[in-house]
C-alpha cells in the first residue's frame, strides 16, 4: 500500500502565500516524480508543477515566478510553496507521484485533494 498525505491549504487573501505539503509512505521502491496538479470548480484537473528525481522541474505557465516546488528524496516529500496568489488560483490540489514498488511498473498515486481557497 501506498498512501500520500497532502496538508497546507487553506483561505488566504490575494497576494498571500501558503504552502503545501505532501508525503509519501508505505511499500516504496523508488519515486520517479511528484507534482501537484490542481481543479476548479467546473474545470478539468490541470498540471501546477512537477519535480523528477533528479531535481528537474516543470511549472503550468499560469505559476511560473510565483510557486516553487522542492522535493526530499530521503523524505519523499514534495512541498509547493505558492507566493502571490490570485483568486483564479482557487482550486483542490491534488499531490500526484509516479512511483514504482518492489518488482513492479511504475504507476501513478493522488494525494485526497487540499482546497485552496484566495479571496479578493
Known amino acids: 500500500q501506498v498512501q500520500l498525505v497532502e496538508s497546507g491549504g487553506g483561505l488566504v487573501q490575494s497576494g498571500g502565500s501558503l504552502r503545501l505539503s505532501c508525503a509519501a509512505s508505505?511499500?516504496?521502491?523508488?519515486?520517479?516524480?511528484m507534482g501537484w496538479y490542481r481543479q476548479a470548480p467546473g474545470k478539468q484537473r490541470e498540471l501546477v508543477a512537477t519535480?523528477?528525481?533528479?531535481?528537474?522541474?516543470a511549472y503550468a505557465d499560469s505559476v511560473k515566478d510565483r510557486f516553487t516546488i522542492s522535493r526530499d528524496n530521503a523524505k519523499n516529500t514534495v512541498c509547493l510553496q505558492m507566493n502571490s496568489l490570485k483568486p483564479v488560483d482557487t482550486a483542490v490540489y491534488y499531490c500526484?507521484?509516479?512511483?514504482?514498488?518492489?518488482?513492479?511498473?511504475?504507476?501513478?498515486?493522488w494525494g485526497q485533494g487540499t482546497q485552496v481557497t484566495v479571496s479578493s
Open positions: 500526484y507521484v509516479v512511483l514504482s514498488r518492489s518488482g513492479e511498473t511504475p504507476l501513478n498515486y
Open positions: 508505505g511499500s516504496i521502491f523508488s519515486i520517479y516524480v
Open positions: 519535480v523528477t528525481s533528479r531535481g528537474n522541474t
